[in-house]
């Protein structure tokens, strides 16, 4: 029997195809800042970082300076940004590290500059204005004082100018044609009193593969890479599922007609059938909303989980499948002969969304790369051997590299 309990194998061929899809839509010449924050949606940063190095991408999204400096660490030495805020106690190790940062207030922007003084460095800073997300930023009103503040702040390098699309249909929704006027304004006016610098960037990948225009000279794609559109846009056939959940039958029983399975025993035999105990629960990321409602792929057939999903195992009836054994593979997303069950559809049956999925794979959930070896888009910058991690506990660590930017 393999030595998993899950197993999340992802494939960086796959991810490739993503990047180029996401390329080929955003157009020649607009740079990629690929989102990798939440360990890259639950793929696993540093190795997807890696692979997405060496097919170009430009720089990395993440969601705080943990996160960043996790990367440095991996050898790392593209631009970094920290895309949300950060908190106060974060600045110095970010500037430590020449991690961007994002502005939302005057307030900030003066600690940020005296930190900075003192440490004698220049803090690369975006400017994110608010356009309707209405969670951070500053309101459009206000960016130009804020532009102002940093082209007077000796210590402070402007590298970009943003805003973040609330809409998961991206620019289908009017209401991002509405920030996208906002925005505009505010480029507008900054770029009359000379105050742009930096990058311009807008559009995540609802945006991108909805045909937002203009799409600046910069993207910040996160799911698309990962081979999922949120909202169930068309576009999502032109991208790869990169990622396979896989379990395997650890107990087998029949049951009588009657008998009551698992927690406040929501379930019982209405025949007398098999069931199998599949060593996967809740702290692996099956959601818990999934129990008497989802389904698992054994011998290439689909069976229901029954049952309440507990922490750490479920039980499917596998009555009607011939020859279920102890030891065979189980596919809780992916493919098993012609059935498959993707991130969306377990989504959809949970009532949540895809991100939530993939983000919730727990830390006993072993990640495995395969695929990657063969490179059709030139690697640049920063060509390293690839990463391999075997299971959540590998990791080592290695002298920080100069940061470039
Ligand atoms: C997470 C995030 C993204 C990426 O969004 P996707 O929908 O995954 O493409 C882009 N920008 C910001 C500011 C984010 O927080």
């Known amino acids: 029997m393999d030595a998993y309990r899950v197993k999340a194998e992802i494939n960086l061929d796959a991810l490739e195809h993503n990047l180029r899809e996401i390329r080929l839509t955003a157009g020649s010449g607009v740079r990629v800042i690929l989102v990798v924050k939440a360990d890259a949606y639950g793929h696993g940063a540093k190795a997807i970082a890696n692979h997405a190095l060496r097919c170009g991408i430009d720089a990395l999204g993440v969601g705080t300076s943990a996160e960043a400096l996790e990367l440095r660490e991996s050898g790392v030495r593209v631009p970094i940004l920290v895309l949300g805020t950060i908190i ?10 020449s991690v961007h940062i994002v502005l939302h207030s005057t307030d900030r922007a003066a600690m940020i500059q005296s930190l ?3 440490m004698g460095v220049r803090a690369k800073v975006h400017l994110n204005v608010d356009t309707g ?3 951070l930023g500053v309101p459009p009103a206000r960016a130009l004082e804020l532009l102002r503040l940093v082209r007077s702040s000796p210590n402070l390098d402007l590298a970009g100018v943003m805003t973040h699309v609330s809409a998961s249909d991206g620019a289908l929704s009017a209401s991002t044609r509405e ?3 906002l925005f505009e304004g505010v480029l507008r006016e900054a770029r009359a009193e000379h105050l742009l610098r930096g990058w311009i960037h807008m559009a995540n990948s609802a945006s991108i ?3 937002l225009k203009p799409l600046y000279d910069t993207v910040r794609p996160g799911i698309s890479a990962y081979g999922i559109l949120p909202g169930d846009l068309a576009a999502a056939q032109r991208l790869q599922p990169i990622l396979s959940l896989r379990t395997q039958i650890v107990f087998l029983k029949d049951v009588p007609a009657g008998t009551p399975i698992g927690y406040s025993s929501t379930w019982r035999a209405p025949r007398a059938t098999r069931i199998a105990t599949l060593p996967i629960g809740y702290h692996d990321g099956l959601p818990w909303a999934l129990g008497n409602v989802g389904e698992v792929l054994v011998r290439g057939l ?3 989980i029954v049952g309440r999903v507990s ?3 479920i039980t499917v009836d596998v009555g009607h499948v011939p020859g279920a054994s102890v030891g065979d593979c189980v596919t ?14 377990l989504a959809r049956q949970a009532g949540t969304i895809p991100y939530e999925i993939t983000c919730s794979f727990g830390r006993r959930v072993q990640r495995l790369y395969v695929g990657g070896e063969d490179l059709t888009i030139p690697s640049q910058r920063d060509p390293r051997p690839l990463e391999r991690e075997r299971s959540p506990k590998a990791s080592f660590r290695v002298p920080l590299p100069p940061p470039t930017s």
């Open 88 to 97: 106060d106690s974060e600045a110095a190790d970010c500037l430590r590290h």
């Open 116 to 118: 900075a003084r003192s």
């Open 133 to 135: 997300m209405g969670r």
């Open 179 to 181: 920030q996208a006027r």
């Open 209 to 211: 593969f909805t045909g």
């Open 302 to 304: 689909r069976a229901p």
């Open 311 to 313: 922490m750490d195992y």
């Open 332 to 345: 809780v997303i992916g493919e098993d002969g012609a059935e498959s069950i993707s991130v969306e559809d």
